[in-house]
């Protein structure tokens, strides 16, 4: 099973700042790597998938990179909405797997 | 608008068993690969199990190997989850998650999730 690390478990940052997010895999997922916005009582939300690709909808704010083993987020700008639990996800082998998360909140 | 409706979730004891159900509408269901995505509370995600778009191909997650049945209806587009000898460790929100495109393992559309709790 390929094992996901997300690193910091949690950030704290205020509106307007830079967030960079960061995920490393216990072996090369390639670029199969997916990341996802989850807010309090709601459903998870695709927001990148292929380590770079923005979902449909998602703003240019959000923005990944990587490959092989370790992947960033990076959020340019905090907005209000953007504070939530964000999680990375490989579909490059079975059993498809998540990150523990990383918790942006309000400074 | 793509829609999936979870429902059949509830408190149960343990060793009981629950069928969940997802309905799915706003798209040709019997193109996409279907997922069943848990989520212990407060806890992060866990991919439970994956059907192919024909139902011909199906995974499961170790943790519910031998105890968990996914299927599908096509014609009535549904997905279920046959969840039986159920543990306390399976008490989570169930979500019905759709399969961006084929075997792509992309999670781009999800329901609100139906809630199990495995209790005495």
């Known amino acids: 099973e390929i094992v996901l690390t997300q690193s910091p478990a949690t950030l704290s940052l205020s509106p307007g700042e830079r967030a960079t997010l960061s995920c490393r895999a216990s072996?090369?997922?390639?670029?199969?790597l997916a990341w996802y916005q989850q807010k309090p009582g709601q459903a998870p939300r695709l927001l990148i998938y292929?380590?770079?690709n923005r979902a449909t909808g998602i703003p240019a704010r959000f923005s990944g990179s990587g490959s092989g083993t370790d992947f960033t987020l990076t959020i340019s700008s905090l907005e209000p909405e953007d504070f939530a639990v964000y999680y990375c996800q490989q579909r490059s082998a079975w059993p498809r797997t998540f990150g523990p998360g990383t918790k942006v909140d309000i400074k | 608008e793509v829609q999936l409706v979870e429902s059949g979730g509830g408190l149960v004891q343990p060793g009981g068993s629950l069928r969940l159900s997802c309905a799915a509408s706003g798209f040709t269901f019997n193109n996409y690969e279907m997922n069943w995505v848990r989520q212990a509370p407060g806890k992060g995600l866990e991919w439970v199990s994956y059907?192919?778009?024909?139902?011909?191909?199906?995974y499961y997650a170790d943790s519910v190997r031998g105890r968990f049945t996914v299927s599908r209806d096509n014609a009535r587009n549904s997905l279920f989850l046959q969840m039986n000898s159920l543990r306390a460790e399976d008490t989570a929100i169930y979500y019905c998650?759709?399969?961006?495109?084929?075997?792509?393992?992309?999670?781009?559309?999800w329901g609100q999730g139906t809630l199990v709790a495995v209790s005495s």
């Open positions: 292929d380590t770079s």
């Open positions: 059907i192919s778009a024909s139902g011909s191909t199906i």
């Open positions: 998650v759709r399969d961006q495109y084929y075997g792509s393992g992309i999670f781009n559309q």
């Open positions: 072996q090369s997922v390639s670029s199969n």
